[in-house]
């Protein structure tokens, strides 16, 4: 298992930027898949991005693809959601997730809001 706290997210306007940090609270090398959903009010959560233990991004689909960057600092134990040129429809609460052998963990969300 692993625990994982999201931090990062607020209010942003339109056009703008946000950066969102998952800490996990130990090593996320072996950690097969890390990955950002987002849930928005009366949605189903829904997949934004993945990474895998070796690197490789997958992003769910074209709305966020080029907007969004997933990366991971396996030396902080830190996987980021460089999220830009935010769009109303982005708002939601954003989840951390950590897929690993034999377990699947989730952070509390952190709340992303874009205004128009």
């Known amino acids: 298992q692993v625990q994982l706290v999201e931090s990062g997210g607020g209010l942003v306007q339109a056009g703008g930027s946000l950066r969102l940090s998952c800490a996990a609270s130990?090593?996320?090398?072996?950690?097969?898949?890390m990955g950002w959903y987002r849930q928005a009010p009366g949605k189903q959560r829904e997949l934004v991005a993945k990474?895998?233990?070796?690197?490789?991004?997958?992003y769910a689909d074209s709305s966020v693809k080029g907007r969004f960057t997933i990366s991971r600092d396996n030396a902080k134990n830190t996987v980021y959601l460089q999220m830009n040129s935010l769009k109303p429809e982005d708002t939601a609460v954003y989840y951390c997730?950590?897929?690993?052998?034999?377990?699947?963990?989730w952070g509390q969300g952190t709340q992303v809001t874009v205004s128009s």
């Open positions: 997730n950590a897929l690993g052998y034999r377990f699947d963990s």
């Open positions: 990474i895998s233990s070796v690197g490789s991004t997958n």
């Open positions: 130990r090593s996320i090398l072996s950690i097969g898949f």
